[in-house]
Each structure stands twice: as structure tokens, then as C-alpha cells.
């Protein structure tokens, strides 16, 4: 019910408001255009929250913690428990996503949605759907009841942050071996092959990779995903933190608030959303292109181009968070440049100028 | 004297302090790598300032203005009279790089070294050589003596920005008709075709694009300059920002201060410094990779590689201080950021995990 009201929600961007956009974009003192992604930000962003300058404001990363069946194939150099490990120095201010956010200025909130063993650590948010996903190579990572419900852990998660300010959102992941389920939903939604889609996640040597390749074909041969049903895909070849990240790029795009992608993880996400509504699209701003190998697949099957080339893979949504900085300067642009006519300058006309 | 004084001081950076850095940032909560760009930038950061763990301060942009004798050739399509305009609405806090700085805490300074009008605008360094410089398709930009003087204006103003506390510099450049020279430089010092090096800076039609090409080829009939003496290459197709801000680099590399490059003319000073004193390139931090046609032949030229893909050809230092950010979030990765001991996590040893 939820997850249905909230896709029934996300409707286009104002077109109006980027138009207006697009106009006092052109009027800045600088060459039109110039300032290339930033203005193209400035606009989807005007577009989004349906005002010519856009604002930013409160922001949040929510990282959403899963652990992954298919760990037992041996398709991970890490161990599981570092999943749960990880947890603590994400509350006590200590890991990568934990310093990045706090330079971003960004709350970081940590939702455990399918941790497979308990968890009580203060300051993780708990969604818990189900103790890890079961192994995909046998059957499900889970049923489509639960999948919903992880959907829409997602979608309350970012809710209750739009309700308590933030105005703009990012995603970000843990869950060892969860490079696997996202290789699976990459080749089932982009129709690429296993072989392609998969790379070496997290240190992972020739022999690991080779079984991870074989994991996916076999998930994919096991389950027999439908790639018209985002909510299939998740269910039976994905992960638990995947379909919640999934569900706050819904919930974010149903309240009109924009949500900055991470990388490899995030992006699977971003495919199960806009293959479960393919508007939530234009709600979505990447951030880096990742050092794991499919990841450009993913983008160019958004049709989105990444920000930062930084060649990161650690995930926990800290590419996005450092891409916060540029949608605060493509707000900033909009508001506190001068036009023109403002500043008292020499028209840069461009049919004047092209003659 | 001052340059060459400037030139002795420049070593390499400091081999301990990188290996250190290397061991502290593979004992991060992270697996090895998983960082990227950012433990590169950590690891040359230490050996910039000789210490483990790099630290960010102070920063400052330096923005280098001059005007171009090659302008009445027809090579831009916007008038010379721009340069002087935009002083104003630099220091008037309404420019792309106002607004940009002011959010990365960087100070922004303006510094004319070349405007072809009387400057008296409060907040305008003067540190002007000659008024613009000479029409370089019919012979030298300036002499050699008035390159030298650009150059160590650039070395006094980034030494006082240094004495003033400043830990890290950004260049940024205002200049109508400086992708032209811009081109000349790339051309000469990487040993690219004029047609090659040479692209449309802002809203050049086919014609004038035509024009610029043949400026290019013009300016090294005329000049000869001499590809292994970079004072040379300047002084006869460069200009006399492009000058200052190489001399910032230098400035910056002797005192062991890292500074962040902006774009296309940026780079072109960039790659003056790298001819003056080859050692200066470890001292430099890319930022974006701009939307002119040269700068990515440029930086391939140099063996850096740009953070950002903004598609961003604004210059003024836009694309530099965007990237402060980046360089921050690698020294507080450094600092801030747990060890696997200090946090008591399953170590991700390598060798183990391999196995």
C-alpha cells in the first residue's frame, strides 16, 4: 500500500519553473554555459522542488546495512561479520562515510534493514525485514513480500527525514558480497552479460571472481528474474539493503526531494527504482563513477553522467556525500551571482557576439 | 633573481613522509584502495608537507588578470573591455568565483598583472607589468624581461599568501583572447598541431575558430619560440597572466605548498612551470577537466589526472576551488578515520584473504 502510494506520487519535474531556470542560468555573468554541469543541476534541481533558484539546505546520507546468502559460495574476500563490525564506527564517527558526511555537513543515519545477526547498537535505525538474504545461487535472496517491505522501510526512512527538514538526501550501502547481487541485477535489468557485469568488488583475486561470475549466471538461471518487475528482480537476485536504498530514492522523488546516488551498491538501487517507476529517474543525481567495473554500465543504462572521477569503491554512500558539495554550489550559482543587467556589464549577446 | 632563487628551492617531495602516509592509509578502516584518488592525494599531500598526516588550513584562490594585443586579430568573440569589467564584480562578491570561493573558505585574490586600462578598484592587487600584451601573431607577447617580472609577481604573491598563513593556493585566471595564447603554449610545449591545441574558449563560431588556428600558427612562425626554455615559450605567445600564475606554481613548489590548477589557461601556466622547473609538477593538484578541446591533451602532457568532469570552461579558478573539497576530505580521511586496530575490527589483511 505504501510502496503503491508512493509510486503513484512521483510525477514529472516543472518544466515552467526550468524554464525560468534555464533563463536566470543564462543571465549570470559568464559565458552561457560555462559553467556546464552546474547549470544543467541548476535546472533539474529547479525542476525538482518547482523554483527558479533552487535552495539547499538540511541534508542527510542514509546508509541502509544488509548481509548476503550467496557469501557462503565464497564470492567475497571479506568476511560476513565485518557487516555488522562496521556498524559501530559508523555511529562512533570513525569510518570513511562517518568523516565525509560530517565534512559534508550531512547527518549520517544508519539503518540496519537486514543484518543477519541481532543488532543493538545506539544510533542504527532498526528496519530489520529479515536476518540476510538467502543464498541466490539456490533460490530468492527473498520472498516479494519481503522485498516490499524492505522497499518501503526505504521510503518511511526517508520520509521521516524529509518531514524532520532535509532537503536533500544521499544513498550509501554495507553488506558484505553485496557487489554479487548487484552484478545479477545490472545484467538482468541492462541485459548485459554476467561476464561483463561483474567485477572484483573488494579485493577479490581471479579464483573469487571466477566464482563470482558463476554466481550470478547461476542466480540468474535459478530464479529466472523478470526484467519488467523491479520488485521481482530485487526479490529474487538482490539484497536487502538494496531494495531499502531503492525505497528511499522512491520516497525521495514521491516528496519532490532530490537524492545524490553512491556507487556501484547505490547505483543497482537506482535501477530497481526507475525500473519499478521509471520518473523517479530525473529525482537522481549521480556522484562518482566507481572503480568497480560495471558500474558505467549502470550509469549510461540511467542515461546519468558521474561528477567526480575519483576511482572510489568503498560504498558507504561516501562518493556521494563529497558530491554534495557541487549540487550546493550549483544552488549557490543561482542565487549569488550577479546577472548582467545587476552588475552594469557589457551585454555577452550571443547573436551579437556571433556575427 | 628572485625566480631563479625561487627555481634552486624547489626539491622533491619527501619519500618518508609518503611511506608512512601509504602505511597509515592501508591500516584505515577500509579495503586497500578502496579510496582511490583520495589516498593518492593523501599519500602526495605528506610528501608535499613532510609530515604523515597532511593537514588543510587556510586557502586562498589567486586570481591573475591581463589583457591580449591578439584580441584586434578577431580570435574572441567577446570584448577586450570584459577584463577590466569583471574586476569589480570579483571583488564584489557576484562572480562565479566569488560565490564559489566564499563556499569552498577560500579568500579570493585579485591581481592585475596585465589589464590593458588603469586599474583603481579596491581589493585589486596591482601588480601590473605593461598594459596587455602585444599582438603575438606579429611578434612578442612581451620580452623576456617582462616575462620574468609576471612571473615573480606570481612568486611575491603567493609568498605573502603563504607568510599569511595560507596552507593551500588555487590559480584562477581573467583574460578576453587567453585561450588563443593558451593554445600557442600547448601547442609549442607538448608538440601539438595548432588545429589540435586550438578550440572555440567561449562561443567561437567556425569562423572565428578558423581564425584562432591560424593566430596559433601565426604566433610560432613569428616567435620561434623554444620548446626547452619555458621563460622563452611565455614571453612570445603566452601572456602575462598566464606568466603570474606559473609563478604562483613556483611560488607555492618552493615553499612546499600544494596548489590546486584550474582549467585550460591554468594548465598552460602549469605546464610554463613544468618547463621552467620540471620538479614544481609534484607540487600541483588537478581539479577538473574543462570543456575547452586542449586542456585534456594538456594534462596527459603533464601526467595529471583531472578530479572533476564539470564540463566547466569558466576559468577564474571556478574549477580549482570546487576541488578544495576534495583535497580536504583526503587529509581529514588521514586524520579522522579509525585503524582496523584502534577500531578492534577482523583485520582485512591482504595476503589472508587472497588465500
Known amino acids: 500500500m505504501l510502496l503503491e502510494k508512493t509510486v503513484q506520487t512521483i510525477g514529472p519535474l516543472d518544466r515552467e519553473a526550468m524554464k525560468n531556470a534555464r533563463r536566470r542560468v543564462d543571465s549570470l555573468i559568464k559565458p552561457p554555459g560555462s559553467l556546464g554541469r552546474l547549470e544543467e543541476l541548476a535546472v533539474q534541481l529547479a525542476g525538482i522542488q518547482g523554483r527558479t533558484i533552487p535552495e539547499y539546505g538540511s541534508r542527510a546520507v542514509i546508509l541502509m546495512a544488509g548481509d548476503h546468502g550467496v557469501v557462503s559460495e565464497g564470492v567475497s574476500a571479506a568476511p560476513r561479520e565485518i557487516t555488522y563490525q562496521m556498524l559501530s564506527a559508523f555511529t562512533g564517527g570513525v569510518a570513511g562515510i562517518s568523516v565525509l558526511s560530517r565534512m559534508a555537513g550531512a547527518d549520517l543515519v544508519v539503518v540496519d534493514v537486514g543484518v543477519a545477526v541481532p543488532v543493538d547498537i545506539p544510533g542504527v535505525l532498526n528496519h530489520k525485514v529479515r536476518e540476510g538474504t538467502g543464498n541466490i545461487t539456490a533460490g530468492p535472496a527473498m520472498s516479494r513480500e519481503e522485498a516490499v517491505k524492505a522497499l518501503e522501510a526505504g521510503i ?75 520488485i521481482d528482480v530485487v526479490s529474487k537476485v538482490g539484497g536487502l539493503e538494496i531494495a531499502g536504498l531503492a525505497g528511499v530514492i522512491l520516497g525521495a522523488a514521491s516528496r519532490r526531494i532530490p537524492v545524490v546516488i553512491d556507487g556501484f551498491i547505490s547505483t543497482a538501487a537506482a535501477m530497481v527504482a526507475c525500473a519499478i517507476k521509471k520518473e523517479a529517474r530525473e529525482f537522481i543525481i549521480p556522484s562518482h563513477l566507481s572503480g568497480e567495473r560495471g558500474h558505467a554500465y549502470m550509469l549510461e543504462h540511467l542515461g546519468l553522467k558521474p561528477l567526480l572521477h575519483l576511482d572510489m569503491r568503498l560504498g558507504e554512500g561516501t562518493g556521494a556525500v563529497l558530491a554534495m558539495g557541487i549540487v550546493e554550489a550549483a544552488c549557490r550559482i543561482m542565487k549569488e551571482m550577479a546577472s548582467f543587467e545587476q552588475a552594469g556589464l557589457s551585454d555577452l549577446d550571443e547573436e551579437k557576439l556571433q556575427k
Not at 547481487?181 to 561483474?198: D, M, N, R
Request: proline share 7%.
Open 156 to 230: 518511511r526512512v526517508a520520509a521521516d527525514q524529509i518531514e524532520s527538514g532535509r532537503r536533500l538526501l544521499a544513498t550509501g550501502d554495507m553488506g558484505i558480497g553485496n557487489t554479487t547481487p548487484s552484478s545479477a541485477i545490472l545484467a538482468v535489468l541492462a541485459g548485459i552479460p554476467p561476464e561483463e557485469a561483474t567485477g572484483r568488488g573488494t579485493m577479490v583475486n581471479d579464483r573469487v571472481l571466477e566464482r563470482k561470475v558463476w554466481a550470478v549466471k547461476e542466480a540468474i538461471r535459478v530464479n529466472r528474474p523478470d526484467p519488467g518487475d523491479g
